[in-house]
């Protein structure tokens, strides 16, 4: 039975869009969709719908439309910034693309995959490994992030440094606007300047211009070979410096991330995952560097050690070839989101600055949250190839913003970003204005009310 006080109208609308076994209304059954992966973001929704093609999702907008009520897109919910549950006390229907999961051939030739929206990451990567591609983009939730999400958030990950985040692995999309009607832009056409780019414009977006159905995406090829380093160095000055002569040594340079002893510390207690080179060095980088050719590949390990050699400052190193060595390697780094969330409901800031601020950031960051939240446990980590670090503060409430503002005017004063990978969702919505003018928050405005002038798709985030 449907609990008191929704929408009759509305759910019978939605069954008839995608039958009744596909609308959740129960309470406990749309529990686990009204919160997000942290915990510090959850909201009521109507219901939670599931469709399953296109014109389904078509019939759920114009649904929800009529009976005015918004709709928020939901993949994964794997989210750090909570722009995909719905807020309190909203008219909301979550839309859930859990059963868009049609996954493609690989198309060879173009290097290319269509993928439902719904589809997980580590589901594109099965299907793109075996014709000898990869997705380009990796992240340690792979299993339940979809690449509809990714490409709402334009996610970034591991390989950046090599392929680019989200946005540059996007050949094409398919989305529902707001009014109901769908946008295709699946041909796989590198080349195509006839008008605005409107793949582009929805990659990044957060479901508040569209709904992305399927996603063509633009795969890379698979090395031959991957070797995998960790090395300790003494500071994140000096692993700016590592990493940098290392992408000048080695083009194949796929992934360059630094961890902090005190992280490394937290994985190994909370999770048993011990670090990847011995001696609690202050800084640990993960890099892994690839081979596209067997020629390449027979002279890898030796390009590896040549260029290491050349690195002043290294402690110890771990190096790793075969599959099951250099998951070892990553785990310790991977698994540092689970191992904050056993302390406590974290607020995440993810910045970026530019490398050269990079150290400075850190320093006076640190410093700042000493001082606004002196009982807190802080925890950075991240991309240091990408300038990107994410700093994890456990301690204040999490409705208590200060350490929020703290981080992200630190980033901003440095010449950074408030959100380098995540998102703006509606955690940094108060921030936007830091880092981009009034002219570019209007010219964004502006775009949001010509798609979608009754603010129908993910009201709440971006923008206030
Ligand atoms: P959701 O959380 O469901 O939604 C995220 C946003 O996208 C919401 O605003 C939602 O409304 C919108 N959305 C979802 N699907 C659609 C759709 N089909 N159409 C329109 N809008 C949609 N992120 C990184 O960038 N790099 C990392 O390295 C990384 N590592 C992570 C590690 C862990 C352990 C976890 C938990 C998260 C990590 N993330 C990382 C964050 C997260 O995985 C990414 O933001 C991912 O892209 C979200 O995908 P999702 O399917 O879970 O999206
Ligand atoms: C990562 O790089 C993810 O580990 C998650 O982007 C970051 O949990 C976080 O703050
Ligand atoms: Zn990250």
Known sequence: MEPAGRSTELTKALADAVGAEHVLVEADVRAGYEVDWTGRFRG????????????????????????????????????????????????????????LRAVGEVDVAARQLLVGAGVTLAAAQATAHAAGCEVGVDLAARDSATVGGMVATNAGGVHVVRNGPMRARVAGVEAVLADGSVVRRLAGLVKDNAGYDLTGLLVGSEGTLGI???????????????????????????????????????????AAEACFADGLDLVEEALRVAPPVPGRPAVTVVAEVGAWSQAAAGVLLDEVAAALDACPAIGATAVATDRPSRTRLWEARERHTEAVATLGVPHKLDVAVPLGRLAAFEAEV???????????????????????????????????????????????????????????????????????????????????????????????????
């Open 366 to 464: 640190r410093a700042r949250v000493a001082a606004v939240a002196p009982r807190s446990t802080t925890v950075l980590w991240g991309h240091v190839g990408d300038g990107n670090l994410h700093v994890n503060v456990v301690g204040p409430a999490p409705d208590d913003e200060a350490v929020d503002a703290a981080v992200l005017a630190v980033a901003a004063a440095h010449g950074g970003t408030v959100s380098a990978e995540h998102g703006i969702g509606v955690a940094k919505v108060p921030y936007l204005a830091l880092t981009r003018s009034p002219e570019e928050v209007a010219a964004m405005r502006a775009l949001k009310s010509a798609l979608d002038p009754a603010g129908l798709l993910n009201p709440g985030v971006l923008f206030p």
């Open 44 to 99: 009521d929704a109507l219901a939670v719908v599931r469709p399953g093609s296109v014109e389904e999702v078509a019939a759920v907008v114009r649904a929800c439309a009529a009976s005015g009520a918004a709709v928020v897109a939901q993949g994964g919910n794997t989210g750090l910034v909570g722009g995909g549950v719905p807020r309190p006390g909203g008219r909301q229907v979550v839309l859930s693309t859990a059963r």
């Open 212 to 254: 992305v159905t399927r996603v063509l995406l633009a795969l890379v090829p698979a090395p031959v070979e991957r070797v995998t380093v960790a090395l300790g160095v003494p500071s994140l000055a000096d692993a700016v410096e590592v990493v940098g002569r290392l992408r000048r040594a080695l083009p194949g340079l796929e």
